[in-house]
Structure formats: structure tokens, C-alpha cells
């Protein structure tokens, strides 16, 4: 599944990508602008310098001694010349020229006004009723390089300002998206057995009421399940009392009666009472495993909780409880010593009653917090194994059970932030079954 993309990321870019559109956009703009202005000014430029040459030209040539001689301005010191001038009669001969002047720039025949040719922009001004004509040439190329230069004085602070602006806008907007961040926070940190309201101040008018909304769907479902869970712990505590009751007064009917059929059904009603008491008292571990304290306030060392439980549950077992501690001196999580308790039992007991009655229940705790219990026995199919973690669903053997004890042992591993694992064979056998807990450490 593709992962989502974060809102912040999304406006930090967006923002930033479309200022930066809109800079260049305006930049264009200014350039375009720009441009047109310096066209006017060469232009005007051109205009004057024709216009203040021309009568010196004219004086120049009338005082010779030959006007229709070419006479040739000499520089006074080396320079680059961006405008150069030619001066020409009517019939097209030269009588003036710049020192640097390209008679291949200019028109054949002068023309008054302003020309552009390919490489050049020309303006021609006459004098003496038409006979005297004045040609000022520019490069383009230098206007080109006057616009280009006035335009790279618009973008080079953009090198500056786009990653500011990046860093500005993520930060605008970090700061604006903080109280939905802190929701955000407050919804993954917190547990799964946890349906209490989610706090949020100054969330965004956008998000606030599906904050509120979340709330409510989180209250209704909080009660639903409070009164799923109060229902079976409260059948399970009513029913224990009259339970015992009744066993107590079928065992004393059996041992009245005499021997013979009566006896035999007074069995198996005990047999019954003893199997509906063990599904009452497992309803009431299940009501303990989702609902909520299954979380100690402080760490709890698992060794000493371990051996008290499985030395309870020899006695029941015998000698097939093989147990396995670490070498460290302690075992640290967060979950409940009681909760503890009841998740091993039931894992224990599984193991009891659906394993090899002759081969050995192999109990480890490492120092990771890693709990493994192990039996030998048949396999169990991979698609039975991905259910037997659910209520009432029970492995491939004959014996005895609620299917309750795994349901119970999941739910409590999920209460506490623990991953649950069932893998059938065990892990280095050909058969047999392993659960494995992996706790976090405090």
C-alpha cells in the first residue's frame, strides 16, 4: 500500500514551488519591461549622438579644402566603441567615419529614421536640405547584454531566496500544523486497549470536528465494549457461587448413592459442573485480558513470577515442565504480575492438554524478555494456526478445553504492546507446537 503523503511536506513544496513560479513569472515580466526600456534609451541615445555629431560633420566638411575627400576620426586612446558613425552625401559617398566604423553595417543608400539590420540598429539624420547624411550604428549584441545583465540582477537573488523561502514556508507551517501534530502523537502513543478522549487544544477549525467526532465513536465503543466485558465477568462471578454449590452437592449424591447406573450419570453431571466452572473461570480471565490493567506503573522482574507459576503447575504436570531462566539477575517489562500470570498459566495449561503426554513442556524466558513455551505433539495445519489465537477455536486433538486459553493469552499480549507468535513445528523440530512472547523491556 502506498504509504500517505504528509500534509506538511505537501503545503511546505507547494507554497514554495508556486512563489518560485510566481518570481520567475514576474521576473519575466520585469525583464520584458526592462528590455523595453533600454530600447528607448539606446534609441534616444542614438538619436542624440546623430544629432550632436551632424553639425560638427557639417562644419567639418564645408571648411575643406576637398569636401568630398573621406576623412577618418582618430582615436585618442584605445577603447571598445559601441557606437560608430558614418557621414555620406546623397549620391552615397563617404565624407566622415568613425575610426572604428564596418561600412558592411550600414545601408547602402542612407535612410532617415531608425533600421535594424541583423547585428545592428541604425538611426540616419540629414542635414543641408538632404545633400549631407549622418548613420550612428550599435550593436545589438550590447543591448542584449545590457538586458541580459539587468535580468540576472532580478534572478541571482532568487538563489538566495528560494531556499529561504523553502525553509521559511516549512517552518510557517510546521508551527501552523503543531497542534495536529500533537494529536497525531497523542493518538500513536497511546495503547489499544486505551478509548479514553484524545486532548487536543487549538486544532484547526478543519480538523476540530473530526477530533470531536473521534471522541464520540471512541466513548460509544468504550461502552459497548465496558458493557461486553462487565456482562461476561459479572455471568462468570455469579455463576462460580451456585456452581460450586451444586458440584458440592452432586459429589456428596455420588457418594451416598450406591453403586450402579445412578452413580455413573451423577459422574458425569460433575464432570459437566467441573467444565462449566473452568469456562467461567476462563470468561472471567478473558474480561480481565481486554479490559484495562494489564499495565504495572512500575517494571516488573518476570524470574521470580515465572518460577512461582510453573513450581505451582508441577504438581498438575509432574515432571514434564522443563524450565529455562537467563543468567541475568533480572527480567524487567511493564506488565501486570497478575496479567503475567494468567497469560503463562494459559500458555502452560494449552501446552498440558493438547501436547505429547510422555515428552517434556519446554518453558525459557531470555533476557530480552522473549517467553517461549514449547511441547511436542502432531502438527497443526497453517491454516488452523492462524485462528487459534481467536475465542473458542480449538487445535486438532481430543482433549479437553474452552478454546479460550489462546484467545486469552493474545489479548492480554496485545494489551501490553507484546507480539504473540504460534508456530507449528517448533522451531528446530519436525513436529510439535511453540508460542513465543516477545515483551518489551522496561
Known amino acids: 500500500m502506498k504509504p500517505a503523503a504528509s500534509l506538511q511536506r505537501r503545503l511546505g513544496l507547494g507554497l514554495t514551488l508556486g512563489i518560485t513560479l510566481l518570481w520567475l513569472l514576474a521576473t519575466a515580466g520585469a525583464g520584458l519591461v526592462v528590455q523595453h526600456e533600454l530600447d528607448e534609451a539606446f534609441d534616444s541615445a542614438l538619436e542624440e549622438t546623430a544629432q550632436r555629431i551632424l553639425p560638427l560633420a557639417v562644419l567639418e566638411i564645408v571648411n575643406r579644402e576637398e569636401p568630398r575627400a573621406l576623412q577618418h576620426i582618430a582615436s585618442l586612446q584605445a577603447h571598445k566603441e559601441y557606437l560608430t558613425y558614418l557621414v555620406r552625401d546623397n549620391h552615397g559617398n563617404t565624407l566622415l567615419q568613425s575610426h572604428d566604423a ?46 541580459w545583465g539587468a535580468l540576472q540582477a532580478f534572478l541571482l537573488p532568487l538563489l538566495l531566496l528560494i531556499p529561504l523561502s523553502l525553509f521559511g514556508t516549512w517552518l510557517l507551517v510546521r508551527l501552523s500544523l503543531r497542534s495536529v501534530l500533537a494529536y497525531r502523537r497523542a493518538i500513536e502513543t497511546r495503547g489499544a486497549g486505551d478509548l479514553s478522549p484524545i486532548k487536543a487544544a487549538r486544532l484547526p477549525a478543519e480538523i476540530n470536528p473530526l477530533a470531536d467526532a473521534v471522541n464520540h465513536l471512541m466513548e460509544r465503543l468504550r461502552r459497548a465494549l465496558e458493557a461486553e466485558r462487565s456482562f461476561t465477568a459479572n455471568s462468570a462471578h455469579e455463576l462460580r457461587t451456585p456452581l460450586a454449590a451444586t458440584l458440592a452437592q452432586v459429589q456428596r449424591l455420588r457418594r451416598e448413592i450406591p453403586e450402579g447406573p445412578l452413580q455413573e450419570r451423577a459422574t458425569q453431571i460433575e464432570a459437566s459442573l467441573r467444565e462449566l466452572a473452568r469456562l467461567s473461570e476462563k470468561l472471567m480471565q478473558l474480561a480481565k485480558a481486554e479490559g484495562g490493567g494489564l499495565l504495572s506503573e512500575t517494571p516488573q522482574d518476570l524470574l521470580p513470577l515465572l518460577a512461582h507459576v510453573v513450581e505451582d503447575l508441577r504438581r498438575t504436570a509432574g515432571g514434564r515442565l522443563h524450565l ?67 475465542r473458542f477455536v480449538r487445535g486438532p486433538g481430543q482433549a479437553e478445553g474452552s478454546g479460550l486459553g489462546l484467545a486469552i493469552a493474545a489479548a492480554i499480549a496485545q494489551g501490553v504492546g507484546a507480539r504473540l507468535l504460534l508456530a507449528s513445528p517448533a522451531p528446530g523440530k519436525t513436529d510439535g507446537f511453540a508460542v513465543s512472547v516477545q515483551f518489551a523491556p522496561a
Request: negative net charge; proline residues 7%.
Open 324 to 390: 529455562q531462566l537467563p543468567s541475568t539477575e533480572a527480567v524487567l517489562t511493564t506488565i501486570d504480575p497478575d496479567a503475567f500470570a494468567i497469560l503463562l498459566r494459559n500458555l502452560i495449561e494449552n501446552a498440558m492438554k493438547h501436547g505429547a503426554s510422555d515428552q517434556p513442556i519446554e518453558v525459557s524466558l531470555s533476557s530480552t524478555a522473549l517467553l517461549q513455551v514449547v511441547n511436542a505433539g502432531p502438527l497443526v495445519p497453517p491454516a488452523l494456526l492462524a485462528q487459534l489465537s481467536e
Open 102 to 147: 564596418d561600412l558592411a553595417v550600414f545601408n547602402a543608400q542612407p535612410l532617415e529614421g531608425f533600421t535594424t539590420t541583423s547585428s545592428h540598429r541604425l538611426y540616419a539624420a540629414s542635414a543641408l536640405r538632404k545633400t549631407v547624411f549622418i548613420e550612428v550604428a550599435e550593436p545589438l549584441a550590447h543591448r542584449h547584454e545590457a538586458a
